[in-house]
């Protein structure tokens, strides 16, 4: 009896502990097996299923039925929408890095080898007019938009990388969203203002036969003396079509995603992206050294799209044939002046 | 200087109006794309209210001809 009473509780449990397993099991709480030591006891449905890749593999699209009007939105998958998040995701933001990034350092470079560009002779202190309030008020405008486009359009690439973990996602939300409207809002002054800036100048911007030594001395850099320059030498002039080119690639494009499949469909609304976005990386590095030339680069340069007026001396150095053509003008105008006094 | 300031406030003042008129062109998807489905931007009055049940709802004419069902004498 005494060995009977002893062994009772044992059997108990393990009788409960017997009669717990099911249950357990169906909670499961029971740890699963390794694969190896556990024989199979049947196929894993979600693991035969067919993928997403398989399918897309299989039928190069996916597609389906929808009930919304829109029909574009059956298109769940294509090829050209992988091309198009490859080069959204991974090569534009290297584009643009290393575009800006090595423009950015070729210059600090040839600051740190040519420092500040300055005139050769003294200041005169005899000012010419280099540019008029119309030039210098379309040359502001277009660049004041310039530049927030291009910063907005920056926040596109790189806002989710860089600027999302410091500010947050609250304020990073407001910031893109507020940077969205700017970039379609200031598209508009920015294609009037390229558009008056290429009637204005494109008369000087013309190709001559002083562009040739001018790039071949590289603005008289490798020669020591400035080549002989008309009002924009050659390295205005590549400057100026860059602007006018890439900056007309902007606007078509740019309306193109204005205003989403009103002329094209998906394929050509990637393409626009293409366009734009690449047009934007080069001319985002163009300007870069554009505004580097014109502040820190060169003595005198601000001066001419600051005040419209430049010292005679930089005028004579820089643009040699300008100076003289506005030296001959100036004293053709004295004389006309002269003979058309009335005699005291 | 002024001629910077005055490029500036007119390159906004361009870009406030065309903002304006760009946006005033656009119209929500529930305008430009109508549809008879509950839209989630506009869910209108096609929801199930405070008091729904959860049950489905019983039609009209099943419920006319229960009443009258049960009002027959046997």
């Known amino acids: ?150 910063l907005t359009g920056l926040n596109y ?75 924009f030498n050659a390295g205005q002039k590549l400057i100026f079509w860059a602007v006018v080119i890439l900056g007309l690639v902007l606007s078509t494009t740019g309306i193109i995603m204005l205003f989403p499949f009103w002329a094209l469909d998906i394929n050509g609304m990637q393409w626009a992206q293409y366009g734009h976005a690449a047009a934007a990386s080069i001319l985002i590095a163009v300007i870069i050294a554009h505004i580097y030339i014109g502040t820190v680069g060169m003595a005198g340069a601000y001066d001419a799209m600051g005040r419209g007026e430049v010292d005679l001396t930089w005028a004579r150095e820089h643009h040699s044939l300008w100076a003289e053509q506005q030296q001959l003008r100036v004293h053709r105008d004295d004389i006309a002046g002269r003979a058309g006094a009335p005699a005291e | 200087m002024p001629v910077i300031l005055a490029s500036i406030a007119i390159a906004v003042l361009l870009a406030v109006v065309s903002g304006l008129g760009l946006y005033s062109m656009q119209e929500p998807v529930y305008q430009s794309q109508p549809m008879q489905s509950v839209r989630v931007g506009d869910p209108g009055h096609n929801l199930v209210g405070p008091n729904w049940s959860g049950n489905p709802p019983r039609p009209q004419n099943s419920e006319r001809a229960l009443n009258a069902t049960s009002r027959e004498p046997g």
């Open chain 1, 157 to 231: 690439v790189f806002g989710k990388r860089l600027l999302f973990p410091v500010i947050g996602p609250d304020a990073f939300a407001a910031v893109a969203q507020w940077s969205k409207f700017a970039h379609s809002a200031m598209a508009w002054p920015f294609m009037l203002g390229l558009l008056i800036m290429a009637a204005l100048w494109i008369r000087g911007n013309l190709p001559d036969r002083h562009d040739w030594r001018w790039l071949r001395e590289f603005g008289g850099f490798t020669s020591g003396t400035h080549p002989p320059a008309g009002r």
């Open chain 1, 1 to 150: 009896m005494l060995l009977r009473s002893r062994w009772c509780p044992l059997v108990a449990l393990v009788l409960i502990g017997a009669l717990n397993c099911p249950v357990r099991a169906q909670h499961g709480q029971d740890p699963v097996p390794p694969a190896s030591s556990a024989p199979s006891s049947g196929s894993n449905p979600t693991e035969q299923a067919v993928t997403e890749q398989q399918l897309f593999q299989e039928m190069r699209k996916l597609e389906g039925r929808i009930t919304i009007p829109d029909y574009k939105a059956a298109l769940l998958e294509q090829p050209q929408g992988r091309s198009y998040q490859f080069f959204h995701e991974r090569v534009l933001p290297w584009l643009m890095a290393v575009l800006i990034v090595a423009m950015v350092a070729g210059l600090t470079l040839f600051f740190l080898l040519r420092g500040r560009i300055v005139t050769q002779a003294p200041e005169t202190g005899i000012k010419i007019k280099r540019f008029n309030t119309l030039e210098r008020a379309t040359h502001w405008m277009t660049a004041t938009c310039f530049i927030v486009l291009a």
